[in-house]
Each structure stands twice: as C-alpha cells, then as structure tokens.
C-alpha cells in the first residue's frame, strides 16, 4: 500500500535532495536546531555539516549557515528580536540615519542585549512573537518606533511602511496599540514622497498657508507646494548626475510658468532647519507664494 504524501516517511524522502545548510539557508540562515530537525534532518546530518563548517552553532539550540546576516546571529545569541529602527531600515523604510545603534525587542526569557551600545524594547508586543522569530511584526516595529522616537521622526517611518503598503492604517486601528502609536497613526498620510518630506509639513503648519505634497506641474510632481507659487524641492541621496539634471530642467521649467523654487537637501532639513525655515518665511514675506 503506498505512502501517503504527508507522512513522515516521505517528508524525509522529500528533503533527501536538499543538504541541512541550504534549508537553513532558504528560512533566513539562522534556525533553531530543534526545527531542522523536525524538517527530517537526523542528529548526524547536523553534525556532519557542523563539523564540514556549512553550519555553525551561534548558540544554544540554535545553528546558522557561516556568512549569515550578524543581526540575526546577534540575536539568536541573546534571546531577542530585531526591532524599531533597525527593523525598519532592513525593511527598506525610512529611517533617519543619524540613528546608528541597534535595536531590539526582549523576549520574556531575553539574556542581555546584542551589543553594550544596543536599545532593548521591554515593552509587551502588539502582536504575539514565535519563539522562533529572531525579526519583529511590522506592527511590533511600528509600536517600538512610536515610543521610541521623536514624533516627526517616527511618523516618517509610519508614512514610509504605508507608503510600501506592509501594513494598512486601517488594520492598525483595530490593534491594541499605545497611546503614542495611536498619535502617530492619527497623524499618518501616504502623501509624502519620502521621510524628509513627512518632517517638513508639520513644522510649516504653524504658517498657516496651503500646503500640497507630490501635486504635478510642468509635467512632474513637485515635493511640496507652499500657497499658488511657492515650490520646495526635498532632495535625497539619489539626487545625482541624471536625476540632478532633469531637476534642474524641471525647475527652470517651473520658474518659467511663474513659480519660485527653493531646493534643499537632507542636511539642511536634519541638520538645519532653522535656515531653511528662514529662507521660507522671507519668501512668504515677499509674497512669492501668491499668484500674480
């Protein structure tokens, strides 16, 4: 009588073909042991690529392929996950760069943190954590950034994660969120082309004047603009040979149909905003955000 496809006998046929570090591999490099083993690889597999060096023991229970990411062997190591800010950046969220620490969300059972310089976040999850899980939910990462960061800041990663849709603002309304999640949640657009421009349009409220982000005229968005004809131009890293080209083509093209253009960069808003900001309000006094 034959196997049926789901017994244990033919899940180890099954694996027969791939080696114990390639699984490992292909379910992010670091698992525990006890879950290879479960995948029908036998104590002597596991010891045989342990002792080739195609895995290696990062911790108690826990094996990883030799070139596997250090923030997950790190946390493997000391009982945590991966979270806030630096979840996010490995997301590909935006995150403000001066931030360089590590940060990561305790277990109940945590030991210590990855690194002395590391930000532990004790806080309860607002979704359930796997024991096996060594990276937050997006939902944990979102709640950690909130309590974290300054506001501005952690609402630019919020508008960043709901911009690249790995989480909807209304399935975060039905979770159990902090108080200072919900602020952020509350104030959270999709309308900002990156973090730099989520910073600026809160701090330029105060001016009481319209404020539109990523409208197109002359044929290409602009970031933000201020009144009927005041652009602001927020520029990134990628603002480069052809992209600074066809920026400047496009401001000339803008200036042309009568409006004014004040471009700034990454620095200028982190690091010098009350420059910017005065640069604005002399512009506004001059009335060059009005129609003529």
Known sequence: M???????AVARVTMSHMDAATWARARGGVVRSDRIARAGYGRGALDRAVARRELVRVARGWLAVPDADPHLTAAARSGVVISCVTQARRRGWWVHDDDARVHVAAHAHAGRAPTATAVVHWA??????????????????????????????????WESALRKEEVSAPALARLRLPACARRVLAAAEVWSDSGLETIVVPRLRWMRLSLRRQIWIAGHRVDLLIGERLVLQIDGGHHVGAQRDADNAHDAALMLLGYHVIRVGYRQVIHQWEQVQDVLMRAVAQGLHLAR
């Open 2 to 8: 034959p196997r049926r496809a789901g017994s244990p």
């Open 124 to 157: 309860r999850p607002v979704v359930p954590r796997h024991p096996d899980a060594l990276v937050d939910a997006p939902e944990n990462v979102l709640a950690a950034v909130a309590a974290c960061q300054p506001f501005e800041v952690a609402l630019a990663v």
